[in-house]
């Protein structure tokens, strides 16, 4: 990822926090596909007491592939992310993570496997690099906090499940539409006219990794939505009708449509129920 502006960064610093817990009618968050669900306050006050910065330049390697991983780590400050496959000269991304949420650690907290990718900075980045061998044994004292920490790593998995799932059997412009959705959930905040702004999500070449979409199918799907009016860029915001998402915000839903949590209805019904971002500066 190229360079980027204080001014999307800033929007990213702080995203949208809400509960993994919640399952009251109207009001639960769907699992999200290529950015795990935030880390709540109790756990990242902990990480953050018993691990040690890290500055990371981008593109620089937090995890490389094969590494066993020893440690949990929590984005800070910029976007990470981690690619699949064999080591390579200049990394991209896969999935990501952003401000408040684990960069790596979460899909092998108990197991300790390696990674099966390489972990980098997308941009310039602060990480909390917290060791698990000091974690565990803080949160076996604490059994609500552990269970917490169970549930909030089952939903990283769940997450990923997703992802491959719906590049698996989605289109490529319905698989554009979900990585949307997740970032509108984290990042996006909805008018009283039923439009979403946000900040853009990521560049064009990251966005495509990201849905697993060539570069000439992203840019055809962009250039339709242009032209119907559903995606107007100024700068480093975008602004979107909230329906012109239902379609992939209806398949992440029916995906668990024998849950226990109850799911708003439309996706513009769900952004009416989300919290206020922490940040919504813009």
């Not at 990480?47 to 330049?57: A, D, F, H, N, S």
């Not at 390696?114 to 602060?126: D, E, R, V, W």
């Not at 055809?220 to 009708?241: H, I, M, S, Y």
Request: glycine share 6%; hydrophobic share 40%.
């Amino acid at each position: 990822m190229g360079n980027v502006s204080v001014e999307w960064l800033a929007a990213i610093s702080t995203g949208r926090e809400y509960s993994i817990d919640e399952k009251k009618k109207g009001y639960a968050v769907p699992v999200t596909p290529w950015l795990h669900p935030p880390v709540g306050k109790r756990l990242k006050s902990l990480i953050i007491k018993l691990g040690t910065v890290r500055e990371l330049e981008r593109q620089e390697i937090l995890y490389p592939q094969d590494r066993k991983v020893s440690d949990i780590v929590l984005v800070q400050q910029g976007v990470t992310a981690r690619n699949f496959g064999h080591a390579v000269s200049a990394p991209k991304a896969a999935a990501i993570s952003t401000p408040g949420h684990f960069a790596c650690g979460n899909l092998n907290f108990m197991t300790r496997r390696p990674s099966l990718g390489n972990y980098f900075a997308l941009t310039k980045a602060q990480v909390v690099v917290c060791p698990k061998d000091l974690l565990l044994p803080v949160l076996t004292t604490d059994p609500e906090l552990f269970a917490y920490t169970i549930r909030l790593l089952e939903s990283c998995t769940l997450s990923d499940r997703l992802g491959f799932a719906l590049m698996a059997f989605a289109s490529v412009e319905l698989r554009l539409k979900a990585f949307v959705v997740t970032w509108a959930i984290h990042y996006g905040k909805l008018s009283p006219d039923g439009l979403i702004k946000c900040p853009i999500p990521l560049t064009r070449n990251n966005r495509c990794l990201v849905a697993n979409a060539s570069p000439v199918s992203t840019d055809n799907a962009l250039k339709r939505w242009k032209e119907d009016g559903a995606w107007v860029r100024d700068g480093d915001f975008v602004t979107f009708p909230a329906n012109f998402v239902d379609d992939a915000y209806q398949w992440m839903h029916s995906a668990e449509e024998s849950s226990d949590y109850a799911y708003p209805n439309t996706f513009k019904e769900l952004m009416e129920a989300l919290p206020p971002l922490t940040n919504p500066w813009y």
